[in-house]
């Protein structure tokens, strides 16, 4: 495909934040580019729980969320799982490499949001990273 976007290898991704607008959104954006967002939870035990029991491919999560846990706890679920997580929030928590593939920070772009999907799925398959946007880290 010489000008269009090319089909995304990491296809099924869950969503995890507790900011309904940021959350709406993400879906939204994420369905108009191609991907399959298996579903959309703020609680931790709902993360979990689609976690352990659908296909993913990656897992977007906020740091800071509704109730139960937090996303330390999702990524930490994901990562026995061997799903990678890419952290989007505020501040990058700590301990976010031992755990996830990355943080993008917020407030981001669209754009942004989606070149660091891009980024990370090329980390896991071992390409090269055309386009980091500004406020993703990467770990190895």
Sequence with gaps: MLFGRKTPRL???LV???????AFDNEH???DAGYTVVATV????????VIETDGLDLVLSDVRLSGDGDGLDVARAAQARGVPLLFVTGTCPMDAAAISV???AKPYSPRDLLAAIEAVEA???????RRRPP?????D
């Design 16 to 22: 995890v934040e507790d900011e309904p607008l940021v």
């Design 135 to 139: 406020g993703l880290q990467l770990f």
């Design 123 to 129: 980390k896991v398959v071992g390409d090269r990273i």
């Design 102 to 104: 990355g943080c993008l």
């Design 42 to 49: 703020d609680r931790v035990t709902d993360a979990v729980r």
């Design 11 to 13: 296809k099924r991704i």
């Design 29 to 31: 954006l994420l369905g």
